[in-house]
């Protein structure tokens, strides 16, 4: 069975940091590129970062450049999302997910999901 489980989220004031952790197991973690997702109330789900299943490339949303780092290790099958500079505006469930290798998929076609973290940043 593919399990991907968040955690690490909760309520940060602005300004603050928070490390969502993302434990995976049921696929073979190195072969699938790992990403994140989020999604506010009533808008709808937005790419926030994406990791290459070597690791050697990533990808940021715009909003989310420069203060967010995602990171993977392959021998716990566990990827990271170190979010810094939180703002009221990064307030949302963000979910886990992987696809192909080369992140193809992100971030709406994933083969897989997590059950999702909530994150509230308040101002």
């Known amino acids: 069975e593919v399990q991907l489980v968040e955690s690490g989220g909760g309520l940060v004031q602005a300004g603050g940091s928070l490390r969502l952790s993302c434990a995976t197991s049921?696929?073979?973690?190195?072969?699938?590129?790992i990403g994140w997702i989020r999604q506010a109330p009533g808008k709808e789900r937005e790419g926030v970062s994406c990791?290459?299943?070597?690791?050697?490339?990533?990808y940021y949303g715009d909003s989310v450049k420069g203060r967010f780092t995602i990171s993977r290790d392959n021998a716990k099958k566990m990827v990271y999302l170190q979010m810094n500079s939180l703002k009221p505006e990064d307030s949302a469930v963000y979910y886990c997910?992987?696809?192909?290798?080369?992140?193809?998929?992100?971030?709406?076609?994933?083969?897989?999901w997590g059950q999702g973290a909530q994150v509230t940043v308040s101002s």
């Open positions: 990791l290459s299943s070597s690791g050697d490339s990533s």
């Open positions: 049921g696929f073979t973690f190195g072969d699938f590129a």
């Open positions: 997910a992987a696809g192909d290798p080369f992140c193809a998929w992100y971030p709406h076609m994933a083969g897989y």
